[in-house]
């Protein structure tokens, strides 16, 4: 009977005692705070919040994600891969340290990243696809580049620095006015060319755009 | 000649360790890797006489590496001592208790000690017959690991399912008639999973600091308090009469040797399973073999979970070249050590070449270690200051955990032993726990 009471009273003293662990975890938790705070904070455990503006994958699958807010970036290292996209508002939680002379924060795993909101209506950037073409493949996407080759039935966008090239497919009948170097944002279906052995954007279906980005 | 010198010196005192953290149920390997690699820099300096002799920096740190993988494997080994002779299991060989123990109460604790040294002895040459294949089957050109993880929700649903709908202990507070002591029982299996889990979900959001600077890990307070001291508190308060021990070397006859391959086959495959899926431990492991298995004979029971043990701390540094992924504490400090790429093409690469040397060497040393100290214990186990024994662990495992995790540590660990004594008190398993792990790995994948 002593064996008893002592089982029961056990199991309400642990109910008890995780409700207050449950508080004490409420006070304890890492501080959201601002990216230019962040120096005040090494070898601490933050939060974090901004735009990603960067994100790329190692050859150790660890990803490094750079987000802005209020002007101000960091690079986030995280150990394993994450769904994060660029243009997503995320939050991170991990430990603020200095990596080759930059602050940056450490991440245990994609647990403690938090897609706060995904990017709405953004034209990923060439560089992005590139990283992961796979998870964008036979979907509508918008992405963005410099205009290069233009044929009769195809023209090739390009990043920047010239380093990564996408042919885009487009229907002759559209009315598509556009010119070596111009900066535009292509909204067609990624797919993979087994012909040619190469991804490709084919504007082909009602709702499939090239927009010329003006001031470019 | 001299780095295999040095790897077999390392490896020597790695088992010697292994057999520290074994005997002192509650000091895990873990804990010596994390200590170990806080100390790297200084250990580093402090070998800096062995450039001199065309040793770099690499190789020291392989060294280290060396030392936490032979304390990892010869721990599996001699934590079998403690399960049975004092009753007082980490949370590997928590499942042991009840063969080992109950061989123990019919004077033949030895016998058990040595039937599970057989059992991971078994393991490492199983493991070390198989890993070859297995990494074509795991990486590439198969890639069972990448199948397995976009099946990995429903595997650890199945798992935490078999491992409650599994539980055999049957609780008569409510009722001793009928099939309600039995639906009690995994009732309350599902009580400890689902109490065990909202405190894994609670922990993974507090924030810990070591007072001293040191690398803080939230897991250790809540696994040393989950697993660690509820066995040690339950040794202090049952005081068991034990007969004198019988001192002769098991005999097998051929139907129990046959048995005891399927054993060690079915265990090492289980602890093969445990290296590759996350948030499952020996123990689940453990009650998959048995499963599996079907055998009820504690002899058997015991050469199983022993073959599961050391199956999965031998399999978690050959997963770490094919996943890149650390599945222990001890793979984790290995993998912070020295750089691990994948393992690619058809030769081994070279730093796995010397884990694998410390893998069979220290196996080897650690099963005539267990043999031998099993024998010390059997014939001198009633001249142990068992209890003070007891207590000094309690006490060292609490200042570990303040010297790692601060005062917010200690509560942890606190709440931890609570939700660890759960269990005990109420007879229900205590892999049930583990909920602290699979729980959360389970909300984050859905």
Not at chain 1, 122 to 131: E, G, H, M, N, R
Not at chain 2, 48 to 63: A, C, K, M, P, R
Request: charged share 15%; aromatic share 12%.
């Amino acid at each position: 009977m002593k064996k008893m009471k002592l089982k029961h009273y056990l199991m309400i003293i642990t109910i008890i005692s995780i409700i207050l662990l449950y508080f004490l975890s409420k006070l304890s938790q890492a501080p959201l705070i601002n990216i230019y705070e962040i120096q005040n904070y090494n070898g601490k455990q933050v939060i974090v919040e901004g735009i990603v503006t960067d994100n790329k994958l190692t050859k150790y699958d660890n990803q490094i994600i750079t987000i802005e807010n209020n002007n101000t970036k960091i690079s986030i290292f995280c150990q394993e891969k994450t769904e994060v996209d660029f243009g997503d508002k995320i939050q991170a939680k991990g430990e603020v340290q200095k990596y080759k002379g930059d602050w940056e924060l450490f991440v245990d795993g994609p647990s403690n990243i938090k897609i706060i909101e995904k990017g709405k209506n953004i034209s990923f950037p060439l560089w992005q696809i590139a990283q992961n073409p796979s998870k964008y493949i036979n979907q509508n996407i918008s992405v963005t580049g410099f205009v290069e080759s233009i044929s009769n039935s195809y023209f090739c966008i390009v990043d920047f620095e010239k380093k990564i090239f996408l042919p885009v497919i487009y229907d002759l009948g559209k009315n598509i006015t556009i010119y070596p170097g111009q900066k535009v944002i292509i909204f067609g279906r990624f797919s993979f060319d087994e012909k040619n052995f190469r991804y490709k954007i084919e504007i082909n279906k009602e709702g499939h755009y090239i927009n010329p980005l003006e001031g470019e | 000649m001299l780095p295999f010198l040095l790897i077999l010196i390392f490896c020597t005192l790695g088992v010697l360790t292994g057999v520290i953290t074994g005997l002192l149920p509650g000091l895990h390997v873990n804990n010596i890797a994390l200590i170990l690699l806080s100390l790297s820099g200084t250990i580093i300096s402090s070998l800096s006489f062995l450039f001199d002799f065309g040793i770099n920096i690499e190789f020291i740190l392989i060294l280290m590496c060396v030392y936490i993988i032979s304390t990892a494997i010869c721990h599996t080994f001699i934590g079998i001592i403690p399960s049975t002779f004092l009753g007082a299991p980490d949370e590997d060989k928590a499942l042991s208790v009840l063969p080992a123990h109950s061989l123990l109460l019919e004077g033949k604790g030895y016998e058990a000690v040595s039937l599970s040294a057989v059992g991971s002895y078994g393991a490492i040459l199983f493991c070390f017959a198989l890993f070859y294949p297995l990494r074509f089957i795991i990486g590439d050109p198969l890639f069972f690991y990448d199948t397995l993880k976009e099946i990995l929700l429903f595997v650890l649903l199945a798992v935490s399912i078999l491992m409650i709908a599994t539980e055999k202990s049957k609780i008569n507070d409510f009722g001793r008639t009928g099939i309600i002591p039995s639906i009690m029982g995994i009732l309350f299996a599902a009580i400890v999973f689902f109490i065990s889990g909202f405190f894994g979900i609670i922990i993974f959001n507090v924030t810990v600091y070591s007072p001293i600077g040191l690398n803080s890990s939230i897991l250790f307070p809540a696994l040393a308090g989950l697993f660690g001291t509820p066995t040690l508190l339950m040794s202090l308060m049952t005081k068991p009469k034990i007969p004198d021990q019988i001192i002769d070397e098991p005999v097998l006859n051929k139907k129990a040797k046959i048995s005891s391959f399927y054993s060690v086959a079915t265990g090492s495959l289980s602890g093969i399973f445990v290296a590759i899926i996350p948030g499952i431990t020996s123990s689940i492991g453990t009650i998959l073999s048995l499963i599996a298995r079907g055998e009820s004979d504690k002899r058997q029971t015991i050469i199983t979970l022993s073959a599961v043990n050391t199956a999965c701390a031998f399999f978690v540094f050959i997963i770490m070249f094919i996943i890149l992924k650390g599945r222990s504490g001890a793979a984790l400090a290995v993998m912070d050590l020295v750089s691990v790429s994948v393992w690619k093409s058809l030769f081994l690469p070279e730093s796995l070449v010397y884990f694998l040397i410390a893998i069979l060497f220290s196996g080897f040393f650690s099963f005539f270690l267990t043999i031998r100290i099993g024998r010390l214990f059997a014939r001198n186990f009633r001249r142990i200051p068992y209890f003070l024994l007891i207590k000094l662990t309690i006490f060292l495992i609490c200042f570990l955990v303040f010297v790692f995790t601060g005062v917010v540590g200690l509560v942890v660990f606190f709440v931890g032993t609570l939700v660890g004594l759960l269990p005990i008190l109420w007879g229900v398993r205590r892999s049930h726990c583990m909920g602290v792990l699979i729980v959360p790995i389970i909300l984050y994948f859905i």
